[in-house]
């Protein structure tokens, strides 16, 4: 079974400056999805940002960007330009990309701090 | 609005009792995921149902079940609830099987006094 790892509970960064979220996984996959979702107050659950394992190329969304090292599997998120509105729990998630199982594996999370 | 609709929003009941749970996923969303998010035990993927068929399961107690309707609405019945079952249960639903995240629910959240 797969499973995600988020080492830091909580972390917190001063507005305007960039804050990294760690994630690790483990599985004997060689194709799947990793996901970052964000959790605000309001406890939606928003989709950030998402890599296909297939693909080199570090996925990217405006402030919002990842780095995928999959031989580590490693899937980190870096957010630049912190704002306060980024205060929220993130969560770090595998998906496999066998067919017909497409439940997400969630970390336990780690609750981001902005400073004003 | 993420276009999945969950209600109640809040739901306080005792032990003992039994609840359900409903979910409108997105239009045009065949599938319909249930997860429960506690303290102890983070984000936990309890079932899947695909166009009225259940694809996948989890870690759902046999107290539980869930089933997914012809207008695909779904339905998470929790029964002789014990306190530990307090948490929030968040209803997703997707495109399958094109591989995108979820649009989750905003959530219902239960407490079993």
């Known amino acids: 079974a797969q499973t995600v790892t988020q080492s830091q509970p909580e972390m917190s960064v001063q507005e305007a400056e960039t804050v990294t979220l760690s994630c690790t996984y483990d599985t004997s996959e060689s194709d799947y999805y990793l996901f970052w979702y964000k959790q605000p107050p309001s406890r939606q659950m928003i989709l950030v940002i998402r890599?296909?394992?297939?693909?080199?190329q570090n996925a990217t969304e405006n402030r919002f960007s990842v780095n995928f090292q999959k031989a580590a599997k490693s899937f980190s998120l870096k957010i630049s330009d912190s704002q306060l509105g980024d205060a929220a729990m993130y969560f770090c998630?595998?998906?496999?990309?066998?067919?017909?199982?497409?439940?997400?594996?969630f970390g336990k999370g780690t609750k981001l701090s902005v400073i004003p | 609005d993420s276009g999945v609709t969950q209600t109640p929003k809040h739901l306080i009941t005792a032990t003992g009792q039994r609840v359900t749970l409903r979910c409108s996923p997105r239009?045009?969303?065949?599938?319909v995921y249930w997860y429960q998010q506690s303290l102890d035990q983070g984000l936990q993927f309890l079932i899947q149902?695909?166009?009225?068929?259940?694809?996948a399961k989890g870690n759902i107690l046999e107290r539980f079940s869930a089933q997914q309707f012809p207008d695909l609405h779904s339905e998470l019945n929790l029964s002789s609830l014990e306190l530990g079952d307090s948490a929030l249960y968040f209803c997703?639903?997707?495109?399958?099987?094109?591989?995108?995240?979820?649009?989750f629910g905003s959530g219902t959240r239960l407490t079993v006094v």
């Open positions: 239009s045009g969303d065949l599938s």
């Open positions: 998630a595998y998906r496999s990309r066998g067919a017909g199982s497409y439940q997400l594996t």
């Open positions: 890599q296909e394992a297939y693909k080199q």
């Open positions: 149902y695909y166009n009225g068929e259940e694809r």
């Open positions: 997703a639903s997707s495109v399958d099987p094109v591989p995108y995240g979820y649009t």
